[in-house]
């Protein structure tokens, strides 16, 4: 059964601050991985979709690479600002599963201080 | 562009008690899932499906029902509501390779 895991669980930070958030997963066989944003009382925003074949996906400050073989993916996010503060999740579509099927990690929980 | 609507965004029912959550996407997507969202477990899945006529069971399916008769609409249906299915509740679609677009969200309270 795939696991994700996502380290640390909660990390405060000041502003200005690039930092590096780690997901990793217990079976490399995936279609694709998933970072989610979730602001306190609200649904989950896309942040960045890596297909299993690539390594790495890039919006704006935000970058995530995907190394499957070693069953991680990492979220960096440069200039950190107090509106980065939310909770961030990672998810994996395993091999074999719908296109409607995800399994997340429990989320790190980011605040950015003036 | 609505995206992904979810009715009601509160509700608390009483043990025993029926109730459908309501969720509705306009953006023509083939793939509809329900997830809860509980502390300390993470989100994880009820039912989805693959298009209209056709759904399946995920990881958590038990005390749950679900039909989807349209595209857009994707009803889910609590038989008898227990306590243990206090939670926040999230519909979710996608189309083929794309990401999951999220609904605000149904918290529901069982007492």
């Known amino acids: 059964k795939q696991e994700v895991t996502q380290i640390p669980a909660a990390l405060s930070v000041p502003e200005g601050e690039n930092l590096v958030l780690n997901c990793s997963f217990t079976?490399?066989?995936?279609?694709?991985l998933q970072w989610f944003r979730q602001d306190p009382g609200k649904g989950l925003t896309s942040l960045l979709l890596?297909?299993?074949?690539?390594r790495e996906q890039t919006s704006g400050r935000l970058n995530a690479s995907l190394d499957k073989s070693s069953g991680r993916s990492t979220l960096y996010i440069a200039a950190s600002q107090p509106g980065d503060s939310a909770t961030y999740l990672c998810?994996?579509?395993?091999?074999?599963?719908?296109?409607?099927?995800?399994?997340f990690g429990q989320g790190t929980i980011l605040t950015v201080h003036p | 562009n609505a995206g992904v609507t979810q009715t009601p965004k509160f509700q608390v029912l009483k043990t025993g008690q029926s109730m459908t959550l309501q969720c509705a996407q306009d953006m023509n997507h083939e793939y509809m899932s329900w997830y809860r969202q509980d502390p300390g477990m993470g989100l994880r899945l009820i039912h989805y499906s693959v298009g209209a006529g056709i759904t399946d069971q995920g990881e958590v399916p038990n005390g749950y029902n679900v039909s989807r008769s349209t595209t857009e609409d994707f009803p889910l249906r609590l038989l008898s509501a227990a306590p243990s299915q206090t939670s926040v509740y999230f519909c979710?679609?996608?189309?083929?390779?794309?990401?999951?677009?999220f609904g605000d969200g149904t918290r529901l309270s069982i007492l």
């Open positions: 979710a679609s996608n189309q083929v390779g794309q990401p999951q677009h």
């Open positions: 079976d490399s066989a995936i279609y694709n």
């Open positions: 998810a994996v579509r395993p091999l074999g599963t719908s296109y409607g099927k995800l399994t």
């Open positions: 890596i297909q299993s074949s690539q």
